[in-house]
C-alpha cells in the first residue's frame, strides 16, 4: 500500500475545483464538510485517455484540503490544520474509490487535536465511499437485507 499523497493525487486547478464545487455533492461529518465528484470526464482526470477506457476509472482519487481565513487569521494555525487534515486523509486514503475529486473544508472554530480529525475523517470516507457506491449500484442500494 502506497501511503504518500503525490502531486497527481492533489486537486488543483480552476475548472476542476469550480466543477466539484458546482456539480458536487456534499456531506459533513463533525469538523468536516466534503465536497465530491466522480470525475468520469479526462479533461477533469488531466489527461488525453478515452472516456470508455477502464483507466480513466482507476486514476487514483484527488483531494484538496481548505481552512478558512475567517475562522483563523493566522496561517500557523490555517497549516497546522491542514497538515493535520492531509495526513489523516493520506494514512486513510484506501477506503475512497478510484476516479473522485474531493474537497475537504473545516468548519469547526478551534483548532482540534489530531485524533479527532483522524475519526472525523474515518466518517467522512467511509461516507463518501458509501454514496458512489449507492451511485454507482443504485439496485443494491435499494435492496439491503436488514437484520
Known amino acids: 500500500m502506497d501511503a504518500s499523497l503525490p502531486k497527481s493525487q492533489r ?3 480552476k ?6 464545487f458546482g456539480q458536487g455533492k456534499s456531506l459533513s461529518a463533525g469538523c468536516l ?7 468520469a470526464t479526462p479533461s477533469a482526470l488531466g489527461t488525453s485517455v478515452p472516456l470508455a477506457s477502464a483507466s480513466a476509472l482507476s486514476a487514483p482519487a484527488r483531494v484538496m484540503v481548505s ?9 500557523v494555525k490555517r497549516n497546522l490544520l491542514k497538515r493535520r487534515i492531509r495526513e489523516s486523509y493520506r494514512r486513510q486514503k484506501h477506503l ?3 476516479g473522485l475529486d474531493v474537497l475537504f ?3 469547526a472554530t478551534e483548532v482540534l487535536p489530531y485524533e479527532t480529525i483522524y475519526a472525523n475523517m474515518t466518517a467522512a470516507l467511509t461516507a ?5 457506491a449507492a451511485a454507482r449500484f443504485p439496485e443494491s442500494a ?4 436488514v437484520e
Do not use: E
Open 15 to 20: 475548472t476542476a475545483v469550480a466543477a466539484v
Open 105 to 107: 473544508m473545516y468548519t
Open 33 to 39: 464538510r466534503c465536497k465530491f465528484l466522480v470525475s
Open 11 to 13: 486537486l488543483c486547478g
Open 128 to 132: 463518501i465511499a458509501s454514496a458512489c
Open 96 to 98: 475512497l474509490p478510484p
Open 142 to 145: 435499494d435492496n439491503q437485507c
Open 67 to 75: 481552512v478558512p481565513k475567517r475562522h483563523f487569521k493566522r496561517a
